[in-house]
Protein backbone atom coordinates (compact mmCIF):
# COMPACT_ATOMS: atom_id res chain seq x y z
CA UNK A 1 0.00 0.00 0.00
CA UNK A 2 1.10 3.33 -0.76
CA UNK A 3 1.41 6.45 1.54
CA UNK A 4 -0.65 9.07 0.98
CA UNK A 5 0.65 12.41 2.03
CA UNK A 6 -1.25 14.90 3.71
CA UNK A 7 -0.28 17.87 1.61
CA UNK A 8 -2.36 20.29 4.40
CA UNK A 9 0.61 20.32 6.85
CA UNK A 10 3.24 21.44 3.91
CA UNK A 11 4.77 24.40 4.45
CA UNK A 12 3.62 27.06 1.66
CA UNK A 13 7.04 29.03 -0.16
CA UNK A 14 6.28 32.56 -1.56
CA UNK A 15 9.04 34.66 -2.47
CA UNK A 16 8.38 38.16 -0.57
CA UNK A 17 10.55 41.10 -1.68
CA UNK A 18 11.85 43.67 1.03
CA UNK A 19 12.10 46.13 -1.16
CA UNK A 20 9.77 49.51 -0.44
CA UNK A 21 6.47 48.64 -2.92
CA UNK A 22 5.50 52.38 -4.95
CA UNK A 23 1.76 52.86 -4.99
CA UNK A 24 0.73 54.85 -7.39
CA UNK A 25 -2.74 54.68 -6.68
CA UNK A 26 -3.67 56.04 -3.36
CA UNK A 27 -6.85 56.05 -0.95
CA UNK A 28 -8.10 59.79 -0.52
CA UNK A 29 -8.38 60.72 2.80
CA UNK A 30 -12.14 60.64 3.92
CA UNK A 31 -13.77 64.01 2.89
CA UNK A 32 -16.44 65.36 5.77
CA UNK A 33 -19.32 64.86 3.91
CA UNK A 34 -22.41 68.12 3.90
CA UNK A 35 -24.44 66.28 5.77
CA UNK A 36 -21.62 65.68 8.46
CA UNK A 37 -20.63 69.64 8.61
CA UNK A 38 -24.26 69.92 9.01
CA UNK A 39 -25.29 68.01 11.63
CA UNK A 40 -21.72 69.22 13.69
CA UNK A 41 -23.61 73.23 13.26
CA UNK A 42 -26.78 71.67 14.63
CA UNK A 43 -24.89 70.30 17.39
CA UNK A 44 -22.64 73.38 18.44
CA UNK A 45 -25.94 75.14 17.98
CA UNK A 46 -27.79 72.86 20.37
CA UNK A 47 -24.76 72.84 23.15
CA UNK A 48 -24.88 76.90 22.93
CA UNK A 49 -28.65 76.62 23.89
CA UNK A 50 -27.73 74.30 26.52
CA UNK A 51 -24.70 76.45 27.60
CA UNK A 52 -27.32 79.94 28.23
CA UNK A 53 -30.10 77.50 29.31
CA UNK A 54 -27.88 75.98 32.14
CA UNK A 55 -26.50 80.08 32.80
CA UNK A 56 -30.66 81.44 33.31
CA UNK A 57 -31.18 77.97 35.50
CA UNK A 58 -28.02 79.10 37.26
CA UNK A 59 -29.31 82.81 37.65
CA UNK A 60 -32.65 81.86 39.34
CA UNK A 61 -30.80 79.22 41.92
CA UNK A 62 -28.47 82.03 42.65
CA UNK A 63 -31.67 84.95 42.65
CA UNK A 64 -33.35 81.91 44.85
CA UNK A 65 -30.11 81.68 47.20
CA UNK A 66 -30.99 85.19 47.66
CA UNK A 67 -34.52 85.75 48.54
CA UNK A 68 -33.46 82.99 51.48
CA UNK A 69 -30.93 84.60 52.72
CA UNK A 70 -33.43 87.89 52.87
CA UNK A 71 -35.99 85.58 54.46
CA UNK A 72 -33.74 84.06 57.08
CA UNK A 73 -32.41 87.70 57.69
CA UNK A 74 -36.04 89.01 58.52
CA UNK A 75 -36.95 85.78 60.80
CA UNK A 76 -33.41 86.19 62.21
CA UNK A 77 -34.01 82.46 62.80
CA UNK A 78 -30.72 81.29 62.02
CA UNK A 79 -28.11 80.17 63.84
CA UNK A 80 -25.80 82.98 64.98
CA UNK A 81 -22.17 82.18 65.58
CA UNK A 82 -20.44 83.12 68.45
CA UNK A 83 -23.31 84.59 70.14
CA UNK A 84 -23.04 87.85 67.79
CA UNK A 85 -25.74 89.09 65.98
CA UNK A 86 -25.02 89.00 62.22
CA UNK A 87 -26.52 91.73 60.11
CA UNK A 88 -26.94 89.40 57.35
CA UNK A 89 -26.51 85.59 57.02
CA UNK A 90 -25.03 85.77 53.44
CA UNK A 91 -22.30 88.91 51.20
CA UNK A 92 -22.88 89.47 48.04
CA UNK A 93 -20.39 89.94 45.51
CA UNK A 94 -20.08 90.93 41.77
CA UNK A 95 -21.57 87.65 40.30
CA UNK A 96 -21.45 86.61 36.73
CA UNK A 97 -22.65 83.15 34.44
CA UNK A 98 -20.74 81.88 31.66
CA UNK A 99 -22.82 83.30 28.36
CA UNK A 100 -22.56 82.21 24.51
CA UNK A 101 -23.24 85.09 22.43
CA UNK A 102 -23.57 84.69 18.40
CA UNK A 103 -21.68 87.04 16.33
CA UNK A 104 -23.53 88.97 13.12
CA UNK A 105 -21.02 86.69 11.32
CA UNK A 106 -22.41 83.57 12.62
CA UNK A 107 -19.45 82.77 14.82
CA UNK A 108 -19.91 82.53 18.86
CA UNK A 109 -18.25 83.87 21.49
CA UNK A 110 -17.90 82.44 24.55
CA UNK A 111 -18.52 85.42 27.64
CA UNK A 112 -19.93 85.82 30.92
CA UNK A 113 -23.25 87.98 31.66
CA UNK A 114 -23.26 89.95 34.78
CA UNK A 115 -26.14 88.53 37.73
CA UNK A 116 -28.05 91.43 38.78
CA UNK A 117 -28.84 90.89 42.10
CA UNK A 118 -30.05 93.79 43.58
CA UNK A 119 -32.70 94.44 40.55
CA UNK A 120 -35.55 92.98 42.61
CA UNK A 121 -35.07 95.28 45.41
CA UNK A 122 -35.00 98.43 43.00
CA UNK A 123 -38.13 96.83 40.69
CA UNK A 124 -39.52 97.03 44.21
CA UNK A 125 -38.68 100.67 45.12
CA UNK A 126 -39.43 101.79 41.31
CA UNK A 127 -43.06 100.51 41.60
CA UNK A 128 -43.50 102.03 45.54
CA UNK A 129 -42.48 104.98 44.06
CA UNK A 130 -44.85 105.17 40.93
CA UNK A 131 -47.84 104.17 43.53
CA UNK A 132 -47.06 107.02 45.89
CA UNK A 133 -47.75 109.37 42.71
CA UNK A 134 -50.40 108.07 41.46
CA UNK A 135 -51.76 108.17 45.22
CA UNK A 136 -50.60 111.53 45.47
CA UNK A 137 -51.88 112.59 42.07
CA UNK A 138 -55.12 111.02 43.12
CA UNK A 139 -55.64 112.42 46.38
CA UNK A 140 -54.70 116.10 44.94
CA UNK A 141 -57.19 115.90 42.49
CA UNK A 142 -59.88 114.35 44.62
CA UNK A 143 -59.31 117.41 46.99
CA UNK A 144 -59.37 119.75 43.80
CA UNK A 145 -62.86 118.50 42.98
CA UNK A 146 -63.95 118.88 46.39
CA UNK A 147 -62.48 122.90 46.65
CA UNK A 148 -64.19 123.04 43.42
CA UNK A 149 -67.61 121.65 43.79
CA UNK A 150 -67.47 123.42 47.67
CA UNK A 151 -66.24 126.39 46.16
CA UNK A 152 -69.32 126.63 43.40
CA UNK A 153 -71.94 126.00 46.39
CA UNK A 154 -70.46 128.64 48.34
CA UNK A 155 -70.65 131.18 45.41
CA UNK A 156 -74.31 129.72 44.47
CA UNK A 157 -75.38 130.20 48.12
CA UNK A 158 -73.64 133.86 48.51
CA UNK A 159 -75.78 134.67 45.28
CA UNK A 160 -78.52 133.19 46.31
CA UNK A 161 -78.69 134.95 50.09
CA UNK A 162 -77.63 137.89 47.69
CA UNK A 163 -80.64 137.56 45.44
CA UNK A 164 -82.81 136.79 48.84
CA UNK A 165 -81.47 140.24 50.83
CA UNK A 166 -82.32 142.35 48.46
CA UNK A 167 -86.04 141.47 47.69
Keep these: MKQIQDTDKKP ?4 VSLLPIS ?18 QERLIRQVKRINQMAGELEAA ?5 AIANTLNTQ ?7 QELWKN ?3 YFAVSVPWVK ?16 FRAEREAALLAQQL ?13 RKNKNGTEADTKSFFKKILVHKS
Excluded: G, M, N, W
Excluded at 23 to 40: G, M, N, Y
Excluded at 62 to 66: C, G, Q, S
Excluded at 103 to 116: E, G
Design 12 to 15: ILLK
Design 23 to 40: VTTAIAPLQPQQEKIVSE
Design 62 to 66: ILELK
Design 76 to 82: KRYPVLK
Design 89 to 91: ICQ
Design 102 to 117: RKPDDSFILTTRKVDL
Design 132 to 144: RQQTKKRLTSQRH
